[in-house]
């Protein structure tokens, strides 16, 4: 067997190996002295892992270990917008990693953080179930060690409690979906399942219980309850990694399955997904306005956001895939700005994070609020930045194939989500307060990952040539 | 030879068994061991339409492995995390975890 072939459609597995190899090793050997190197040396490895992967070695696709490792150019887009944005997420939790109850095991973090991103990216290239669901396992089990990171905080250890039993709920009933799709079509690969897919009643039910599985991953509304509680109580740098890396990846996981192997079932989960869509929106915008605590609101907004993606998923054509990808990436840069925000405030400020924490912000603390202001206007769609440029291609999906009155009911929602985006805003800039929070200089790292951020949430929505660039691979249902 | 519905009847009862423990108990262990009868159920499933319906191959079999072998990783994970909870408060019963609500 020629070896060479794994080598150059696997590039991006095996260098994120060698990464986390590293991170073992250097963890092991570098020592007291060595160990304070840990941040800059992990970035400097992720930013070499980027480099080195984020141009696609082919530009046709291919398979490996007899179709169940797929490659196709797009899956290795999604793969470099997920490592960029594990670097952003790793720049911002410098701070918080140097501090002295977390210092001792930032090893950790980089080497659980890197491996739910091997899970992800397995979980993206998958062409059997068996590696789907190993790659999903692999995404989600560090990570409920991530959440239960702040292990003596009472709200980090039931953050974990509360993601790891829901978890294991959501990927049993999805296994039991998977376990009578095998029954009833007699394979688990992707290329080989679609011709034996009739609709029968049995299929529609495992197809529903296998996208309840995903759909707790993405957090749609029926499936939703654990993402607050988790959000809030898991350390900040993890809450920013779990609302965009995560979601992201199941995401576009769910829309290649849907469309490869549960083609012939298309009307099914069309009108699945319209159902869900609108409960995720509305029912996400109506908790997010009640919400004090800032993690808690960011938390109903994403979920909200994760409606917004759907609306790409539903159409179905390469033309939402793109609109998906490229969401995802603005909804990225714009989620890690406000993260970023929340991470450094939290950090100088001891703890603080309800919205009337922030009131008056803007006096003390101006570069850091405008930051906030314009990563909310992102995420809330406003014309000039990357947020509505992504909503708008979203839209224009959805509506091409025929889902006027859906994406009616996503516009009503995006003007209800722009009153609470708004909230945060009026917050900082007219409130007054006595004591606001005393001026402060964020470390390097924390503005470097804003910096990057704020580029995204500026350039992306002019810059044309990343969407063109990504609608060049995307796939869609065959017609 | 047993038919194969009394397998899959088996199995059901199981999978709703645990959904139904894992809905109504109040304690975290007992929770988890009710998502163990439904990831179990899965197994029997899987090994049942392998063994009845496709005997020629072993996909169904080697799912059933690997899935035993992730279950048990993350059981592992989750009573460690159930003991640093019981390290924290005291006891692990779920009326305990409401510090963070709505």
């Known amino acids: ?479 | 030879m047993v038919q194969m519905e009394y397998y899959l009847i088996v199995s059901t009862v199981m999978m709703f068994v645990g959904i139904y423990g894992f809905l109504t108990r109040r304690n975290l262990l007992a929770m988890l061991i009710s998502v163990e009868l439904i990831l179990n159920s899965v197994d029997i499933n899987f090994v049942v339409f392998n063994r009845f319906l496709f005997p020629g191959q072993l996909e169904g079999f080697f799912f059933s492995l690997f899935a035993i072998g992730i279950s048990a990783a993350e059981t592992a994970v989750a009573i460690a995390i159930i003991i640093n909870i019981y390290r924290n408060m005291k006891n692990i019963q779920v009326r305990n975890l409401d510090k963070m609500k709505w």
């Open chain 1, 1 to 479: 067997m020629d070896y060479s072939v794994i080598f150059s459609y696997m590039y991006t597995e095996i260098a994120l190996t060698g990464v986390i190899v590293a991170a073992l090793l250097y963890d092991l050997i570098a020592g007291k002295r060595g160990r304070r190197f840990f941040h800059p040396v992990m970035c400097t490895l992720m930013l070499l892992f980027i480099a080195g992967t984020v141009f696609p070695y082919h530009k046709d696709s291919g398979e490996i270990f007899g179709g169940m490792y797929v490659y196709t150019p797009v899956y290795g887009i999604v793969k470099s917008v997920l490592a960029i944005g594990t670097l952003i997420v790793f720049l911002q939790a410098g701070s918080w990693l140097r501090r002295e109850d977390t210092r001792f095991k930032r090893g950790e973090f980089y080497v659980l953080t890197l491996s739910t991103l091997l899970g992800m990216d397995f979980m993206i290239s998958a062409g059997h179930f068996m590696m789907f669901f190993i790659g999903m396992e692999l995404a989600s089990v560090p990570m409920a060690c991530l959440v239960a990171f702040d292990k003596y905080k009472g709200n980090s250890a039931e953050a974990g409690a509360k993601y790891i039993l829901s978890a294991l709920f959501a990927s049993g009933l999805m296994l039991y979906g998977i376990s009578f799709l095998y029954g009833t079509t007699g394979t688990l690969y992707f290329d080989d399942m679609p011709a034996k897919i009739d609709g029968s009643a049995l299929q529609i039910l495992s197809m529903v219980f296998f996208f309840s599985g995903l759909g707790f991953k993405i957090s749609l509304v029926p499936f939703h309850l654990w993402t607050a509680d988790t959000y809030q109580g898991a350390p900040t740098a993890v809450t920013s990694y779990l609302s965009v890396i995560s979601k992201a990846a199941a995401a576009f996981t769910l829309m290649v399955i849907l469309v490869k192997v549960f083609a012939p079932m298309t009307e099914y989960w069309q009108l699945l997904l319209y159902i869900v869509i609108v409960l995720s929106i509305t029912v996400a915008n109506v908790f997010a306005i009640r919400q004090k605590n800032l993690k808690r609101f960011l938390a109903f907004s994403s979920i909200s956001q994760a409606g917004y993606i759907m609306l790409a998923v539903i159409s179905g054509t390469p033309y939402g895939m793109t609109s998906l990808i490229f969401y995802v990436l603005v909804y990225m840069v714009a989620n890690l700005a406000a993260f970023g925000v929340i991470a450094a405030v939290e950090q100088n400020s001891g703890g603080k994070m309800d919205m009337d924490d922030y009131n008056g912000l803007y006096k003390t603390n101006p570069r850091l609020s405008i930051i906030m202001t314009l990563a909310l206007f992102s995420l809330a769609g406003i014309p000039p930045f990357a947020g509505f440029f992504s909503k708008f291609f979203i839209f224009a999906a959805a509506f091409e194939e025929g889902f006027h009155v859906l994406v009616f009911i996503a516009l009503i929602n995006t003007v209800i989500s722009l009153y609470y985006y708004l909230l945060v805003v009026k917050a900082m800039f007219i409130n007054s307060n006595d004591s606001p929070i005393a001026t402060f200089r964020s470390d390097t790292g924390t503005r470097l990952g804003l910096v990057l951020c704020l580029a995204g949430v500026l350039a992306l929505g002019i810059a044309s040539s990343v969407f063109d660039g990504i609608s060049l691979y995307s796939f869609g249902l065959m017609q």
